[in-house]
């Protein structure tokens, strides 16, 4: 499996694999943040460019969240809507090509951005082993 893995992923393979984990991630959610988490995007590339933190992240980070955290009204803070970045080429890489591993870093990386949407410092999503 792992071999067949590493030969299909493409970055469409990659999308298609990482959308099967957050919506699965999603269902398995305490409604009440489920219902906080589902109108929220997420955009999948294949790393991060330049636009997205004006160069101020590292070329190997795995997820990113922009905009305000839930709870501020819209334009109060960023000028961007909230939304999370997953970047599944570093995902891929981080996961040295094994799918389990990917899935596992694509929920816990999507997991992790989420709970800065929600408001939480690093502090409070290491807490909770984000």
């Keep these: 499996m792992g071999e067949s893995f590493i030969r299909m992923s493409s970055i469409a ?5 990482a959308q099967q984990v957050v919506a699965r991630t999603l269902r398995k959610l305490p409604e009440e943040i489920r219902i906080l988490a589902h109108p929220l995007p997420v955009s999948y590339q294949d790393r991060p460019d330049d636009d997205i933190g004006e160069g101020e992240f590292e070329s ?3 997820g990113l969240f922009v905009g305000d955290h839930h709870g501020i009204e819209a334009g109060v803070g960023n ?5 999370i970045f997953l970047f599944l080429e570093n995902i891929y890489d981080e996961a040295e090509g094994d799918p389990a591993r ?3 870093e694509v929920r816990i990386t999507y997991l992790h951005e989420l709970g800065h949407y929600l408001g939480w410092d690093e ?3 290491r807490a909770r082993d984000l």
């Design 13 to 17: 393979h990659l999308i298609a694999r």
């Design 60 to 62: 190997d980070t795995l």
């Design 79 to 83: 000028s961007v809507p909230p939304q």
């Design 102 to 104: 990917f899935d596992e």
């Design 123 to 125: 502090g409070q999503v």
